[in-house]
C-alpha cells in the first residue's frame, strides 16, 4: 500500500471515530440547533468569528449570545435598532471583543439579507472561483463598508473599531474563522457542515488553520511554512487536496479534534498520541 493510500486511510478511520457525536466541543453546534436556513447563516456567522479562545468559553458566550438573538435570529438581524440592541449586549466581553462588535456584526449580518436576501447571496458576489483569497477580500471589504449605524464614532468605520477583528484578510493572517464558516456553509450536510451554499465548490475551501492544524501539518509534513498564514493554509489543503481533489477540508474536523481534546499532547512521541500512531503508520 502506497503511503498516499495509509495516509488516506488513516485519516478517513479518524473521520469515522470523529462523528457528529462530537459537535459539543466545536461551536458548529449552536447553528445546529436552528432548523432554518437563515437562522443557521446568522448564528453561524457569529460562532464562527467568536471561535477564538477555550471552548467553555466560546460556548459561554455563545449561549449570551443566542439569549439576545431569540428564536429567530435571522429576523431580529434584519429588524435590528444597533443603539437599542447594545443596550441588551453592553456588558458582554469575550476576550477583546466587546458587545458593541458583536451587535456591529449582528447588524451587518441584517443589512446583507435586506439587500441580497441572505449572507450566502451577499458572499456570492464576492466568491471568485478557485481564488479564496480573492473571495475572502472581498467579502470583507464589502462588509466593512456596510453602515455601523451610529456604534462607533464617525460615519466611517474607525480604523481600529473591534468589528474589524471579525473580517480578517488573507494579506495578513490565516483566515481561520472565515475558512471555518464556509467549511460550515459550503460543505453538504453530514451531521457537522450545514451544506447551504451550493454556489461554492467544495474542491475551492481552504482548511481553518489554526494552532492544531498548524502542529498536525508540521508533524506530518504537510507544510513547510515558518509562520501560520495563508499561504501555510494553502499548502497544507493542497497535500490534502491529493486525497480528495474534490474535498479537500473534508478531515478538518477529525484533525482539529485531536488537538481541541488534547488526544495530540504538544509534545512529539507522547504516550497513546493518535498524531504519532498515524505517523508511524507512514514511516
Not at 458548529?28 to 447563516?41: G, K, M, N
Not at 435586506?114 to 477580500?137: I, K, N, P, Y
Not at 497544507?236 to 481534546?261: C, H, V, W
Request: positive net charge.
Amino acid at each position: 500500500m502506497t503511503e498516499l493510500a495509509i495516509l488516506r486511510e488513516s485519516l478517513e478511520e479518524l473521520r469515522r471515530r470523529y462523528d457528529a457525536s462530537y459537535l459539543g466541543s466545536d461551536p458548529l453546534a449552536f447553528p445546529r440547533r436552528f432548523a432554518r436556513s437563515d437562522d443557521r447563516e446568522v448564528v453561524g456567522l457569529v460562532a464562527s468569528t467568536l471561535a477564538y479562545g477555550n471552548v467553555k468559553t466560546i460556548a459561554n458566550s455563545m449561549e449570551r449570545i443566542l439569549s439576545f438573538l431569540g428564536p429567530r435570529p435571522a429576523e431580529l438581524a434584519r429588524t435590528l435598532e444597533p443603539k437599542e440592541a447594545l443596550a441588551a449586549l453592553g456588558t458582554f466581553k469575550h476576550r477583546w471583543s466587546r458587545g458593541r462588535d458583536v451587535v456591529c456584526l449582528v447588524h451587518f449580518a441584517g443589512q446583507m439579507i435586506q439587500s441580497h436576501g441572505s449572507v450566502g447571496r451577499f458572499f456570492e458576489e464576492s466568491f471568485v472561483e478557485h481564488d479564496m483569497a480573492a473571495s475572502l477580500m472581498g467579502f470583507s471589504e464589502r462588509a466593512l463598508a456596510l453602515d455601523h449605524g451610529g456604534l462607533y464614532r464617525g460615519r466611517r468605520l474607525p480604523a481600529k473599531a473591534g468589528i474589524r477583528f471579525f473580517f480578517t484578510s488573507p494579506r495578513t493572517g490565516a483566515c481561520k474563522r472565515m475558512n471555518m464558516f464556509l467549511r460550515w456553509m459550503v460543505r453538504a450536510d453530514d451531521g457537522l457542515d450545514l451544506g447551504l451554499w451550493p454556489f461554492i465548490p467544495t474542491s475551492n475551501l481552504v482548511i481553518p488553520l489554526d494552532t492544531h492544524i498548524y502542529r498536525i501539518g508540521h508533524f506530518l509534513g504537510f507544510c513547510r511554512r515558518k509562520t501560520p498564514g495563508f499561504r501555510t493554509a494553502l499548502e497544507i489543503t493542497e497535500r490534502l487536496r491529493q486525497l480528495d481533489p474534490n474535498d479537500p477540508i473534508k478531515y478538518d474536523f477529525a484533525l482539529s479534534r485531536m488537538g481541541i481534546l488534547e488526544n495530540c499532547p504538544r509534545h512529539n512521541n507522547a504516550r497513546d498520541c493518535e498524531l504519532c500512531k498515524l505517523k508511524k503508520r507512514l514511516s
